[in-house]
C-alpha cells in the first residue's frame, strides 16, 4: 500500500532541508536563539555584578550631624564610595549627580535626622535614582542595593524587635528565595517558550503551505499524481518528511531552552539562582511531555497547512489562507502570556482548550510546574486531532479535487473591495 | 474489449460547474501510433489528457487505456501511462540526476534497472554534466528537455504529452520532436499529444483529431485532412473546419 514511501520521503527531505528558508527557519534559528538569549542575560547579571563591586553613590546632607558621618563610614565599610555633594538644594544636587558623576544614585539626608534618631523619633532620608528610560536590571540594581544598605545600616542603629524572612514552596520543598526571584525565572519562561512554539509553528505551517502549492503551481504534483503510486503513499510522503523536519525543529527547540535555563544557573551574582536546583528547570519528564506535545502540535499545523494548501490555486493563496489560522496559534500564546489559565471562566477554557495550538504552551507550564496531567491529555486531544484531519487529507488526496478544488474567501475580499 | 487499442475514448464528458470541457469527445489510439489533439486554448485537449492519465474522472462516458478502465483501474493505467503536463515544473533543489533516480524508483526496482533507465533519460535528455546540477539553474529548454526525457525513459506503453514543445525556442524544439519521434518509432510506443503547433502536429503524428468546444470535429492522417479540406497544412485546414475560412 505504502509501496515507494521511502522514495517520496527522501525527495521531501532534500527539498526542504536544501530550502534555506526552512532550514535557517526551523533548525538554526531555535538553536541559536536560546543560547544567544542566555547569553545576554548571563552577560548583563556579570555587568550587574561588577557594577555593583564598585557601586559609587552621591549623598547631599542637609543634617551636617553624626548620621551621616555614621552612614558614609557603614557605606565605605561595605565597598561603597560615596560622592559628597555640596550643594544648596536637591535639585542642584541631582544636576550635579547626572552631570557630573557616573553613580546613578543619590541618597538626601535631610536636617534634623541625627537628632530626631538620637531621640527615637521618626526620621526620613531619601534615595533618588535617575531614570535612563533604559530599562532592564541593570537600571533597578543600584536602587535596590543602595535601599537593601541602608536597610541593613537602619538594623545596626535601632535592631527591629523581628525580622522577616521570606522564602517560597516550591513543589512542597521549602526554597531559601524570595517569590519575587522565582517569578523573575517563571516570567521569562512564560514567555520565550509559547513565542518560541508560536514563531516554530506559524513558520512550519507557511513552509508546508509554500510547499505543496509549489507543487501545484509549478505542476509537480500532477505529474507526481500521474505515477504508479497510490494517493495515500504520496500524502504520507509529504506528512512523514515534514514530520522529520518538525521532529528535528522541535528538538532544536528543546535543546535550546534547555541551553537557556542552564545559562540561569551560571550567574555568578551575591546571589545565584539556579532553577534546576529550585526544582524550576524542566526534569526528564518535564522534556518529554513538553517535546512531546511541541511535536504533535507541529505535526498537527503541518497536516493542517498541507491540507488547506492542497486545495489553494498557488503559493500566494495558500499562505494567505493559512494566514487566518494563525489566530489559532496567537491568541492561546497571549492568554498563556497574560492570564492566568486556571483564572479562566469555563467557557473560556473550553475554548481555549479546544483549540490544538495551546497544548504545547500548557505543556511548556506543565514541564516547570510538573503538573503532567493536563499536557499529557493534551497530547492524546491533538493527536486524535491530527488522525482525524489525517484521514480527511486522505480522503481527499484520492479525488481529483487536489486539482480542481479552488477555496476562495469570497467574503472577505467582497469586504476588502467595498473599503 | 479491444487490447490492441492504447486509447479508446468514447462519448466523454466533463462538466466542471457551468463549464462542460468536454461534450460526448470519441477518439481511439491505436498501439504504436503518435495521436494529435490539436485545437485553441479552451477546446478541451487538456482535460481529454488529464482524463487519460486518471488525474480527473470523466462527468459520463469511458476511457479505457489497453483495456483498462480509467476509473476503474486507475493504479493499473498508471502503471502503462507517463504523463507529461503542460509546463510542468520539476523539483528545483533537486539535480537533474536525483529527479531522474527519483522518478525511475517509481517503475523499477533494482539498482541496476533504476541505473539503466536513468541513463536512457540521460541519453533522451542530451543534458551531459548539466544533470549533476541542481534543476533552478536550468533554462526553460534544458527543463522541459528533462521531463520529457523522465516521461519516455520507463518505455511506457502510452505516452501522453501536453504541449510537448510549449515554450520552447526552434532548437530545444526540434530536439523534443526528433526525441519523440525516434523514441516512438525504436520502442513502439503509443503516444497522445496535443499541441497548438501544427506544423509540429504535421511532422510527428500519423492521425489527428481537430477538437473545437469539447468535440472533435475532423479527424484522419493530415494527408487525410488536408485533402480532404483542399488545403495545404493544417491550420488551414483547422481554420476550415471550424469556418474561419
Known amino acids: ?419 | 474489449m479491444d487490447l490492441s487499442l492504447a486509447v479508446d475514448a468514447k462519448n466523454l464528458v466533463k462538466v466542471f460547474g457551468k463549464i462542460t470541457a468536454l461534450d460526448g469527445l470519441d477518439f481511439k489510439v491505436k498501439s504504436g501510433d503518435i495521436f494529435g489533439l490539436i485545437g485553441p486554448n479552451g477546446a478541451g485537449k487538456t482535460t481529454a489528457l488529464r482524463i487519460v492519465s486518471t488525474l480527473i474522472v470523466p462527468t459520463s462516458g469511458s476511457v479505457r487505456v489497453y483495456g483498462y478502465d480509467v476509473v476503474r483501474d486507475p493504479e493499473e493505467v498508471r502503471k502503462l501511462v507517463s504523463y507529461l503536463p503542460e509546463e510542468a515544473g520539476a523539483y528545483k533543489n533537486l539535480s537533474g540526476d536525483e529527479y531522474l533516480n527519483f522518478m525511475a524508483k517509481f517503475s523499477s526496482k533494482s539498482k541496476k534497472s533504476i541505473d539503466a533507465t536513468v541513463g536512457v533519460a540521460a541519453e533522451i535528455s542530451g543534458l551531459g554534466n548539466r544533470l549533476r546540477d541542481k534543476i533552478k539553474t536550468y533554462s526553460k529548454g534544458m527543463k522541459r528537455r528533462l521531463l520529457v526525457a523522465r516521461a519516455l525513459m520507463t518505455k511506457p506503453k502510452l505516452a501522453v504529452l501536453d504541449e510537448p514543445t510549449s515554450g520552447l525556442d526552434v532548437l530545444h524544439s526540434v530536439h523534443v520532436r526528433e526525441t519523440i519521434r525516434h523514441y516512438a518509432e525504436e520502442q513502439g510506443i503509443a503516444v497522445l499529444l496535443s499541441s497548438h503547433n501544427m506544423l509540429e502536429v504535421e511532422y510527428l503524428c500519423e492521425k489527428v483529431a481537430l477538437i473545437n468546444q469539447g468535440r472533435i470535429i475532423a479527424e484522419g492522417s493530415p494527408e487525410e485532412l488536408k485533402a480532404k479540406n483542399e488545403v495545404d497544412n493544417l491550420e488551414k485546414a483547422f481554420a476550415k473546419v471550424v469556418g474561419l475560412a
Open chain 1, 1 to 419: 500500500m505504502l509501496e515507494g514511501l521511502t522514495n517520496v520521503v527522501v525527495k521531501e527531505l532534500k527539498e526542504l532541508l536544501r530550502d534555506p528558508k526552512i532550514l535557517i527557519g526551523m533548525i538554526v534559528v531555535p538553536l541559536l536563539m536560546f543560547p544567544i538569549m542566555g547569553l545576554v542575560i548571563r552577560g548583563s547579571m556579570e555587568s550587574v555584578e561588577q557594577r555593583l563591586q564598585k557601586l559609587e553613590v552621591g549623598l547631599v546632607d542637609f543634617d551636617h550631624g553624626t548620621f551621616t558621618e555614621n552612614l558614609t563610614t557603614f557605606l565605605q565599610s561595605v565597598n561603597v564610595s560615596i560622592i559628597n555633594i555640596a550643594a544648596s538644594d536637591l535639585t542642584e544636587a541631582a544636576i550635579f549627580l547626572q552631570t557630573k558623576t557616573n553613580a546613578t544614585d543619590l541618597i538626601h539626608i535631610p536636617e534634623g535626622v541625627t537628632e530626631n534618631v538620637s531621640q527615637k523619633l521618626p526620621a526620613m532620608i531619601e534615595v533618588l535614582s535617575i531614570f535612563s528610560g533604559a530599562g532592564g536590571i541593570i537600571e533597578m540594581s543600584g536602587s535596590e542595593a543602595v535601599t537593601g544598605y541602608l536597610e541593613y545600616f537602619k538594623r545596626t542603629l535601632a535592631p527591629d524587635p523581628f525580622t522577616t524572612i521570606v522564602k517560597s514552596i516550591v513543589k512542597g520543598e521549602v526554597k531559601d528565595v524570595p517569590p519575587s526571584t522565582l517569578f523573575t525565572i517563571a516570567y521569562s519562561q512564560v514567555f520565550i517558550l509559547p513565542v518560541t512554539i508560536s514563531v516554530l509553528l506559524v513558520f512550519s505551517m507557511q513552509i508546508a503551505a509554500t510547499s505543496v502549492a509549489s507543487e501545484k503551481e509549478e505542476k509537480t504534483l500532477e505529474t507526481l499524481l500521474s505515477l504508479p503510486i497510490s494517493r495515500f503513499t504520496i500524502l504520507s510522503g509529504k506528512l512523514v518528511g515534514s514530520i522529520i523536519v518538525a521532529a528535528v525543529g522541535a528538538i532544536a527547540i528543546i535543546f535550546g531552552f534547555n541551553y537557556y535555563m542552564g545559562s540561569f544557573a551560571l550567574i555568578g551574582t551575591p546571589s545565584p539562582v539556579d532553577p534546576s536546583a529550585l526544582g524550576l528547570a524542566p526534569t526528564l519528564t518535564g522534556y518529554v511531555v513538553l517535546g512531546a506535545s511541541v511535536f504533535m502540535a507541529l505535526l498537527s499545523a503541518l497536516a493542517l497547512a498541507i491540507i488547506i494548501s492542497a486545495f489553494s490555486e498557488d503559493v500566494r493563496g495558500a499562505q494567505s489562507i493559512v494566514g487566518y489560522l494563525y489566530t489559532l496559534i496567537m491568541l492561546p500564546m497571549f492568554v498563556i502570556m497574560f492570564t492566568d489559565f486556571n483564572a479562566l471562566p469555563l467557557i473560556a477554557k473550553i475554548v481555549f482548550l479546544a483549540i490544538p495550538y495551546a497544548h504545547p504552551m500548557l505543556a511548556a507550564q506543565a514541564s516547570i510546574t510538573g503538573n503532567y496531567l493536563m499536557a499529557i491529555l493534551g497530547v492524546v486531544y491533538v493527536a486524535v486531532f491530527t488522525v482525524a484531519l489525517l484521514y480527511l487529507a486522505s480522503r481527499l488526496f484520492a479525488t481529483e479535487k487536489i486539482l480542481t478544488a479552488k477555496l476562495k474567501f469570497r467574503g472577505f475580499k467582497l469586504r476588502r473591495k467595498k473599503s
